[in-house]
């Protein structure tokens, strides 16, 4: 051999393969040949005594509830108070809001709600001075009779191309119930004056005293004259429409009375 204090042998003594690129053992740094240079082909003592194993506890949590010592490896904390719940005790009236918050929050919550109603007061009344200032009585018509009809009762059994709608102001004596002011009510305009106030009142729950001659009984006024407006209790609605002697939409009030004429300043 040329050269024979060049290289290094394997350090397996049944190969003492001579190598010029021999590989070392990270492990025992004995010098291997390609073959045996591997943990397992020299059956490295070094690396297997290297080997430990750790074991790792895993994290309890206990129940922060005094009575309960049920424990999770999972937390669950409350949003609140940050501390950690069974699942049974994860309702445990930390979020729940005393008297006094309830009082606050409820105050807080009341507040938009007046708010839209005294603006849905000033709009109202606002499109009613605009409705009696318009010259266009057609126009103010039409405006008046789409509002009612959003919000008017009647007979269900009544076909839609069959109503007439009014917004009836309701005796004096009943201003103080829960009808209120005035109130949007349909019924049949083939309907006689008679029919059409006995449905009124029934809808209103108005005392109807028709049956009882020595009392005033119910009547139909122009809201806007305080005239009456049909002495003839079988006259039709259609009849007075058809004579312009009412529009769909208006405003009328209904009143015990005997005379031709009523105040409407007492119906506002």
Known sequence: MEFPNLGERCSIEDCKQLNFLPFECNHCHELFCKEHFHISSHKCLSFNEKITYTKVKAPNYTCSDESCKETSPIEMQCIKCKKHF????????????????????????????????????????????????????????????????????????????????????????????????????????NWSIRRAIDAIAEILKVYNNKNVAASYRLQLFHHATGALISNEMETLLKDLFENSDLVDGQSVILEYSGNMFIDTTLYK
């Not at 409820?106 to 009696?132: C, G, M, N, R, Y």
């Not at 018509?141 to 109503?163: T, W």
């Not at 309701?170 to 103080?176: D, E, K």
């Open 86 to 189: 069974c699942l049974q005790h994860r309702f445990h009236g930390c979020l729940e809001y005393t008297n006094e918050e309830k009082t606050t929050k409820l105050k807080k919550w009341q507040i938009p709600k007046k708010q839209f109603a005294e603006a849905k007061a000033i709009v109202d009344q606002e499109i009613s001075d605009t409705l009696k200032k318009s010259k266009n009585t057609a126009m103010a018509n039409k405006v008046r009779l789409m509002r009612i009809k959003g919000f008017a009762v009647g007979p269900k059994n009544i076909p839609m191309n069959e109503r007439c709608y009014f917004l009836i102001y309701p005796p004096t004596i009943y201003h103080l119930t829960n009808i209120g002011a005035s109130k949007g009510v349909y019924v049949n305009m």
